[in-house]
């Protein structure tokens, strides 16, 4: 940890610049690699209030963070949470260079404009079908229609859209080429990610396991791969795609360990920080958050944390094995 100084730099000489935050575990939807039907969500009392999320993630700007991507559960379930992207919208300019979040799309449609006015220029909409039919039952309790509404109300407002599609054996496996000239059709990157073995869903995950290596090669007979030295600040990697001019990008957990550029911390809805996604050491920034109404306690807590970020993570999918790790994506966020 470097002393004296606003940059947060843990034990293997990795920047510290990029704070996701967890607004909510809720969601409306219950994705089948991501939440069990019948999931039981934190009791409302044990959630920070809005007003100590700003306050939290505006120590870590304070501390050097240079991106913040809200996200969740679903971010733009929270109620009021546009009150929340606002006050943050502050520190872009000072100190922050970027305000995003991660959705699933369902509310973008009343929300776009807003998160235009209020600096967002970017953000990542999941989206791992395009067959309705097949959204619903991977979402479980999702509307097509809706998302695709929302999608266009963010496009329309100038918002730089992304797609993120869980690679599904045997769900959206024939599906890859299409996202790929859809999203590049409509001028949206694509990112394509590893289902990751993060809490219980009822269901075995080596059966949705579906390696981006496998993905890879399939979509090589069909596209030009150029190597593409892009990176959008998180652990995708990029290529270029000739036929298309757009970019794909590979989130890739299991087949190739992302952890060595990790610049990434992620703090829950509770004020509970993650030093590693794929980890269950945490550190509680709730109590030192409310212990005082100066942020030195908070500041401390937050560099003893850093300085024992771990130096990556170690997951595995196998047949009848529990979860590398037990709380779910929605927990952490994506
Ligand atoms: N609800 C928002 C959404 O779906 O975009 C934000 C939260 S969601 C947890 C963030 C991202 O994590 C989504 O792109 C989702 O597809 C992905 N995700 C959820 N569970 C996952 C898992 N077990 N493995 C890999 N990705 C997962
Ligand atoms: Fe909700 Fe996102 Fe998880 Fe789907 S992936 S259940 S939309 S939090």
């Known amino acids: 940890m470097a002393q004296g100084s606003q940059e947060m730099i843990d034990p293997f000489g990795r920047r510290i610049t990029y704070l996701?935050?967890?607004?909510?575990?809720?969601?409306?939807?219950?994705?089948?690699?991501?939440?069990a039907e019948d999931m039981t969500f934190l009791p409302k009392q044990d959630l920070l209030t809005l007003e100590e999320i700003d306050r939290l993630a505006s120590a870590f700007v304070a501390k050097g963070m240079r991106k913040l991507r809200l996200t969740g559960g679903e971010p733009l379930v929270r109620k009021n949470v546009m009150w929340l992207i606002r006050s943050l919208s502050r520190h872009l300019g000072a100190g922050l260079e970027e305000l995003t979040l991660t959705t699933n799309g369902s509310q973008l449609w009343r929300h776009a404009e807003q998160l235009v006015d209020c600096g967002v220029k970017r953000i990542n909409v999941s989206l791992d079908t395009l067959d309705p039919a097949k959204f619903r039952v991977i979402t479980r309790w999702g509307d097509f229609a809706q998302v695709m509404r929302g999608i266009d109300a963010a496009d329309r407002a100038g918002i730089k859209?992304?797609?993120?599609?869980?690679?599904?054996?045997?769900?959206?496996?024939?599906?890859?080429e299409g996202l790929v000239r859809w999203s590049h059709g409509r001028?949206?990157?694509?990112?394509?990610?590893?289902?990751?073995?993060?809490?219980?869903?009822?269901?075995?995950?080596?059966?949705?396991?579906?390696?981006?290596s496998l993905?890879?090669?399939?979509?090589?007979?069909?596209?030009?791969?150029?190597?593409?030295?892009?990176r959008s600040?998180?652990?995708?990697?990029?290529?270029?795609?000739?036929?298309?001019?757009?970019r794909l990008g590979f989130i890739t957990p299991l087949t190739h360990n992302f952890c060595e550029s990790c610049n990434r911390v992620r703090v829950t809805c509770t004020g509970t920080l993650f030093m590693c996604l794929g980890q269950d050491d945490a550190a509680d920034l709730r109590a030192p958050l409310r212990a005082s109404e100066a942020d030195e306690l908070l500041?401390?807590?937050?560099?003893?944390?850093?300085?024992?970020?771990?130096?990556?993570?170690?997951?595995?999918?196998?047949?009848?094995?529990?979860?590398?790790?037990?709380?779910h994506m929605s927990a952490t966020g994506g």
Request: glycine share 8%; proline share 4%.
């Open 215 to 230: 993905v890879r090669a399939r979509l090589n007979d069909r596209f030009t791969f150029e190597e593409s030295s892009y």
């Open 233 to 246: 600040g998180g652990p995708a990697r990029y290529v270029h795609v000739r036929e298309t001019g757009g």
């Open 299 to 327: 500041h401390a807590a937050i560099d003893a944390a850093i300085a024992r970020k771990p130096k990556g993570h170690d997951f595995v999918i196998e047949r009848g094995e529990k979860p590398t790790v037990s709380r």
């Open 187 to 212: 001028g949206f990157d694509l990112t394509l990610i590893e289902t990751m073995p993060m809490g219980e869903i009822g269901t075995d995950r080596t059966d949705q396991y579906l390696p981006l």
């Open 161 to 176: 859209v992304k797609i993120n599609a869980v690679a599904l054996r045997d769900v959206n496996e024939d599906e890859i």
């Open 20 to 35: 996701r935050v967890s607004v909510t575990d809720r969601c409306d939807f219950r994705c089948l690699y991501c939440m």
